[in-house]
T-cell receptor, first 116, second 113 residues
Framework: NAGVTQTPKFQVLKTGQSMTLQCAQD?????MSWYRQDPGMGLRLIHY???????DQGEVPNGYNVSRSTTEDFPLRLLSAAPSQTSVYFC???????????????FGPGTRLTVL | DQQVKQNSPSLSVQEGRISILNCDYT??????FLWYKKYPAEGPTFLIS?????DKNEDGRFTVFLNKSAKHLSLHIVPSQPGDSAVYFC????????????FGTGTRLQVTL
């Protein structure tokens, strides 16, 4: 199993450009999510999905779109990049947790994005 | 509003000694807590977790303690090894909320020889 893969590893954008960060997992996990990590802020949840066709907002969703057309893929789209979106982005996946249970999340290696 | 706090940005410990990393939370709805370890240029990896129905969970050199009344948890690493040098994140969740995690800001642990 490759686990959770993310592409690209590095990206530099100019303000106003758009791009899609790719995330894929081969573990048949229902739950997928995107986080951003900024210095002194920890990881913050951007968007998440509990299954194909179902997405919802996390703590910091503004400026980002997501879709989940398959179980395996969960791309994150920046429609008009801003310098405030300079960050390291992590995708994660897990089996869905039901009441009383919790399943650990597996993280990808991250995408380092710089917006000039 | 930081619901999960790690007040020590860094910690230095000698090899063989105990490392104690601390985490505080404010949301009383949290009932599941995790520790993740992160090396540079890699994603976080799961280390150990604890449910709120327990006050201690042990896995080899790693033990997590939970004090619900104080809304405090700690990670003990005994004995500390150089390979333990990494950033450690505390995370919390409410079971049944679609696995959403709230992370602390992290503590950088350096284990010296």
């Amino acid at each position: 199993n490759a686990g959770v893969t993310q592409t690209p590893k590095f990206q530099v954008l100019k303000t106003g450009q758009s791009m899609t960060l790719q995330c894929a997992q081969d573990m048949n996990h229902e739950y997928m999510s995107w986080y951003r990590q900024d210095p002194g802020m920890g990881l913050r949840l951007i968007h998440y999905s509990v299954g194909a066709g179902i997405t919802d907002q996390g703590e910091v969703p503004n400026g980002y779109n997501v879709s989940r057309s398959t179980t395996e893929d969960f791309p994150l789209r920046l429609l008009s990049a801003a310098p405030s979106q300079t960050s390291v982005y992590f995708c994660a996946s897990s089996y869905s947790s039901t009441s009383g249970t919790f399943n650990e999340q597996f993280f990808g290696p991250g995408t380092r994005l710089t917006v000039l | 509003d930081q619901q999960v706090k790690q007040n020590s940005p860094s910690l230095s410990v000698q090899e063989g000694r105990i490392s104690i990393l601390n985490c505080d939370y404010t949301n009383s709805m949290f009932d599941y807590f995790l520790w993740y370890k992160k090396y540079p240029a890699e994603g976080p990896t799961f280390l150990i977790s604890i449910s709120s129905i327990k006050d201690k969970n042990e896995d080899g050199r790693f033990t997590v303690f939970l004090n619900k009344s104080a809304k405090h948890l700690s990670l003990h690493i005994v004995p500390s090894q150089p390979g333990d040098s990494a950033v450690y994140f505390c995370a919390a969740s409410v079971t049944g909320t679609a696995s959403k995690l709230t992370f602390g800001t992290g503590t950088r642990l350096q284990v010296t020889l």
